[in-house]
C-alpha cells in the first residue's frame, strides 16, 4: 500500500527555535494536510494545501507556521519559534480529490 | 458546522465478544464519516469510509460501521475482539473531499484475556 512518510520521527527543540518537519506525501496525490494531536488530546487540523496554495487553515495554524512545497515531493511545516505548547505529534496526510486520506506515521516534537 | 461526538472515552472487552464504539456526527451537508485507529506509536490508519453509498460499511479486520441518518450516529461494531484490537479510534466527519476533517476526541478500546 502507497505510503506517506514524514521526517523526523521525533525532535526535541529548545523554545524559541525555528523547526521544519518534513513530509512526502504519496506521489499522484493533489491535496495536503498537516494535523497535530498534543499528548492527550484529540487530532486538530491545521492547514490543506492544494495548487501550491493554502486552501484551508485552523486558527491554530497562526503566523508562526508556513507550509511549502518547495521541490514537488516534499511538503514541510515550518515553526517559526517555538513554544512549550506546540509540542505535539504533527501528522502529515495527502489525498487524491475524492478518495482516502493516508496520514504518515507522525513527527514527536519536544519544546524544551 | 460539523462536530464529532464519541460517546465512551474508553471501552474494555474481553477478547471473543463484541466491540461497539458510539459516535455521533452534526453536519450541515451530508457527511463524509470515517473510522481511524491509532495503535501506540504508530499513524492514523483508514479503518473505513461512508460516503453515501451503502449505509452498512465493511471496513478492515473485521470491523464494520452503519450510517444512521435519523439518528445521526456512525457506530462501529466487530463481532469478536482480538487482543491486537486495543488502540485508539476516532470517528471523523468531513463535509467534501479536500477539505479538513473533524475528529472526534477518540475512543481508547481495551481488550482483554
Known amino acids: 500500500e502507497p505510503e506517506v512518510t514524514q521526517t523526523p520521527s521525533h525532535q526535541v527543540t529548545q523554545m524559541g527555535q525555528e523547526v521544519i518537519l518534513r513530509c512526502v506525501p504519496i506521489s499522484n496525490h493533489l491535496y495536503f494536510y498537516w494535523y497535530r494531536q498534543i499528548l492527550g488530546q484529540k487530532v486538530e487540523f491545521l492547514v490543506s494545501f492544494y495548487n501550491n496554495e493554502i486552501s484551508e487553515k485552523s486558527e491554530i495554524f497562526d503566523d508562526q507556521f508556513s507550509v511549502e512545497r518547495p521541490d514537488g515531493s516534499n511538503f514541510t511545516l515550518k515553526i517559526r519559534s517555538t513554544k512549550l505548547e506546540d509540542s505535539a505529534m504533527y501528522f502529515c496526510a495527502s489525498s487524491e480529490a475524492a478518495s482516502r486520506m493516508f496520514f504518515g506515521e507522525g513527527s514527536r516534537l519536544t519544546v524544551l | 458546522a460539523q462536530s464529532v461526538t464519541q460517546l465512551d472515552s474508553h471501552v474494555s472487552v474481553s477478547e471473543g465478544t463484541p466491540v461497539l464504539l458510539r459516535c455521533n456526527y452534526s453536519?450541515?451537508?451530508?457527511?463524509?464519516l470515517f473510522w481511524y485507529v491509532q495503535h501506540p506509536n504508530k499513524g492514523l490508519q483508514l479503518l473505513l469510509k461512508?460516503?453515501?453509498?451503502?449505509?452498512l460499511v465493511k471496513g478492515i479486520n473485521g470491523f464494520e460501521a452503519e450510517f444512521k441518518k435519523s439518528e445521526t450516529s456512525f457506530h462501529l461494531t466487530k463481532p469478536s475482539a482480538h487482543m491486537s484490537d486495543a488502540a485508539e479510534y476516532f470517528c471523523?466527519?468531513?463535509?467534501?473531499?479536500?477539505?479538513?476533517?473533524?475528529f472526534g476526541k477518540g475512543t481508547t478500546l481495551s481488550v482483554s484475556s
Open positions: 453536519s450541515s451537508y451530508s457527511p463524509s
Open positions: 461512508y460516503t453515501s453509498a451503502a449505509t
Open positions: 471523523v466527519v468531513s463535509e467534501q473531499a479536500g477539505t479538513a476533517l473533524i
